[in-house]
């Protein structure tokens, strides 16, 4: 996606960019008076978004972590991430 | 082009892939270690997979960046040479070198523009402009900050301006999603629908 570009960057390019990024926003953020929307705003959502997501990673990558630990037992999930990533 | 099938399949791949090492690298692992392994796996299936999201080998700068992150660790060295192969590793480690160099001339560049006076006599101009228009004025200084706090969250972003940084912030948003919910299928014991 990215590109080294010799030219001058349009407006097009920045508000295809922006409008993008808002896409990818949870709803939530976007809510509010239409055009009230400003670059600073759109870059605070975005940062909180990415804190949040870091947040969900951190939590998923523990509970991963904790059941791989529960593999060489004989529960229903050891099965199944034995399954998964075919240890055994 | 961005291909999101291609790549949540390549991602689900690598990561079961890095995982199945972390496991055994893990086996005699205390909880601490486990959970790097594990945060390591994750984030280097992403960053793979992310070269394989297009239709043609695709390169971003924040999945170089968390890769290198990684690299730069003496102690991750063993589980990511059996993750990415000694070549992969090597391309890693040689660019966290030079990330690190990079980083030590920025601060030296600006430590000297501050010293020399310089940076005040930038800062006491604008000011004197912006006298005449405040608000444009905080307007631009927010979203200088903001800018600033989105480098520091996206991989790579301290090195990255204006545009660059938006279609990175992009991109990483996406494959983060990707992440969560690859690794949520995964926590749940199940296989995600790829289709």
Redo the contacts between chains.
């Keep these: 996606?990215?590109g080294h570009?010799a030219g001058r960057?349009t407006d097009d390019?920045?508000s295809e960019?922006?409008s993008?990024?808002q896409s990818?926003l949870p709803e939530s953020s976007r809510r509010g008076a239409a055009g009230r929307s400003?670059?600073?705003k759109l870059?605070?959502e975005?940062?909180r978004?990415?804190?949040s997501?870091?947040r969900?990673?951190?939590d998923?990558?523990?509970?991963?972590?904790e059941?791989?630990?529960t593999?060489d037992g004989d529960s229903?999930?050891a099965d199944?991430?034995r399954n998964?990533?075919?240890?055994l | 082009m961005y291909a999101p099938r291609k790549f949540k399949k390549a991602f689900m791949a690598q990561l079961l892939v890095s995982l199945r090492a972390a496991g055994q690298a893990s086996k005699s692992m205390g909880l601490r270690e486990r959970r790097d392994a594990v945060r390591l796996s994750s984030d280097v299936a992403m960053a793979l997979a992310s070269a394989r999201a297009g239709e043609a080998p695709r390169s971003t700068a924040w999945a170089r960046a968390l890769v290198a992150r990684h690299a730069a660790e003496r102690r991750n060295e063993a589980l990511m040479r059996r993750i990415m192969g000694g070549a992969g590793y090597e391309m890693a480690a040689a660019a966290a070198r030079s990330r690190k160099e990079a980083r030590s001339r920025r601060i030296v560049r600006r430590s000297r523009r501050v010293c020399s006076g310089a940076e005040r006599k930038r800062r006491s101009s604008l000011t004197a402009a912006s006298g005449r228009c405040s608000a444009m004025a905080a307007a631009r200084r927010m979203v200088k900050a903001r800018l600033q706090v989105l480098r520091s969250l996206v991989p790579g972003g301290e090195a990255l301006r204006g545009l660059s940084l938006l279609s990175e912030t992009l991109d990483y948003v996406v494959c983060l999603k990707t992440q969560v919910e690859l690794m949520q299928c995964l926590c749940k014991g199940s296989r995600p629908k790829l289709g």
């Design positions: 996606m990215s570009r960057i390019e920045i960019l922006i993008k990024l990818l400003s670059a600073s870059l605070q975005t940062c978004y990415i804190r997501l870091h969900e990673v951190d998923l990558n523990n509970r991963l972590s059941l791989m630990a593999m229903p999930q199944v991430i998964l990533l075919r240890l």
